[in-house]
């Protein structure tokens, strides 16, 4: 089990004088939420904590950043993100409650709040956690991204910083604002279709790491392939996996364009090669697998993938 601090008791605590008060007879849905807190921003959007006074319970609310609020492009992305999250019905996906539009008319969505760490937080801390956690924390994406791609959505961000586990075991992939769905004849969206940051706008820190999605992504997905798929997903968690093994992403780079480069071109080491610390071979053939360049020489889905992370690695260790 992971270590956590109980979320603070406004969030938790269950009163009598809440469930029992009166519901009003005509309900103004305008003045549903009150006590908003920013919790997080991303590059377009903002996260806040509210409550929900009908129901008495604090929800997590996502809206656009006032610049974008008038973007049409960008509040089909909301929308579609409040849609997809609310359609992947599945315990490893964050619960939406509602989609709606505010008093100026601008869409937000609300969604469960759920307190944690984010698997960065958890990596700043590596030590602290034995493999057999970490990856029973894969296995809940994993199990989160096969559902999806069942389903016919691709994620496109995988990455530590969009998996969060909670202190009752859940785990959760957070941020589906640049999934891909296809129409019913397996075509793909042109118009307004989410795409993933622009490369120019990923920051990189003076040693090499990534702030955003860089490390992460797919060949294809950096080259913008219209016709990417699933199979961009299954590159992104391999390097996450890749990361939890020996403590470093598969690109490397001092600069933005040097993580590209490698992203695009570098066969990366073996885990086992990097680090001390044992590599079950198990899953070092699940990552480079996963890492192929190309996506036809990739594990082919995530089905597969969970199947090779289900078998007995935890042996090998006990060997050594």
């Known amino acids: 089990m992971l270590d956590f601090p109980e979320p603070p008791k406004e969030y938790s605590s269950v009163f009598l004088n809440e469930t029992d008060k009166a519901l009003p007879r005509k309900i103004n849905p305008r003045t549903r939420y009150a006590f908003f807190s920013t919790i997080a921003e991303g590059g377009k959007s903002l996260i806040k904590s509210c409550k929900d006074l009908h129901l008495s319970r604090f929800v997590c609310y996502k809206t656009l950043k006032p610049e974008f609020a008038d973007d049409e492009i960008e509040q089909q992305r909301l929308i579609r993100e409040a849609r997809v999250t609310a359609m992947l019905q599945h315990p490893n996906t964050v619960p939406t409650y509602e989609l709606g539009r505010d ?3 601008n869409p937000y969505f609300t969604m469960k709040l759920v307190h944690g760490y984010t698997l960065r937080e958890l990596l700043d801390f590596r030590e602290r956690y034995d493999l057999t956690q970490l990856m029973e924390v894969v296995m809940q994406i994993g199990f989160s991204l096969d559902y999806a791609h069942t389903h016919g959505v691709a994620h496109r961000d995988i990455k530590p910083e969009n998996i969060l586990a909670g202190p ?20 793909a969206p042109v118009e307004g279709e989410a795409k993933p940051s622009d490369i120019k706008d990923i920051l990189i820190t003076g040693q090499g790491k990534a702030q955003g999605t860089p490390q992460y992504m797919s060949p294809e997905q950096i ?3 219209p016709d990417i798929d699933h199979r961009t ?12 093994l020996c403590g470093e992403t598969p690109a490397q780079g001092e600069k933005l364009h040097q993580v590209i480069e490698s992203a695009l071109n570098d066969t990366p080491p073996p885990p086992s090669e990097l680090t ?13 697998r996963s890492l192929q360049k190309d996506p036809a020489q990739r594990i082919q889905s995530m089905g597969d993938m969970l199947r090779l992370m289900q078998q007995d690695w935890r042996s090998e260790l006990r060997r050594i």
């Open 233 to 244: 997903d299954i590159f992104s968690l391999g390097a996450v996996l890749y990361e939890i």
């Open 223 to 225: 080259n913008q392939d």
């Open 168 to 187: 009752y075991g859940e785990v959760l992939l957070m941020d589906w604002g640049l999934a891909k769905v296809w129409h019913p004849d397996g075509s």
């Open 103 to 105: 008093g100026k008319g």
């Open 276 to 288: 001390s610390v044992p590599v079950p071979g198990i899953l070092e053939e699940v990552v480079m």
